[in-house]
């Protein structure tokens, strides 16, 4: 819940935990953004972080054992 200011969620390492999931959703109708994380140098996707903006948009997040890929949206 961002309504009180934009946050991040800091992901843990994906090394050693290939096929791990998390999802991630932002719940309430603010404008402020929910920030995803990699852990330290890891990346999403090849990016260092993910934002969701929207109010019900979500990200589930799987570790490849190296970094982090966006399973689905």
Request: aromatic letters at 6%.
């Amino acid at each position: 819940d961002a309504s009180s200011g934009a946050f991040s969620v800091t992901l843990p390492t994906a090394v050693g935990v290939r096929g791990r999931v998390y999802t991630i959703k932002k719940t309430d109708s603010s404008g402020n953004a929910v920030t995803i994380d990699g852990a330290g140098s890891e990346t999403i996707d090849g990016a260092a972080t993910v934002a969701l903006g929207t109010q019900y948009h979500f990200r589930e997040i799987v570790s490849n054992g190296t970094n982090w890929s966006v399973k689905s949206s």
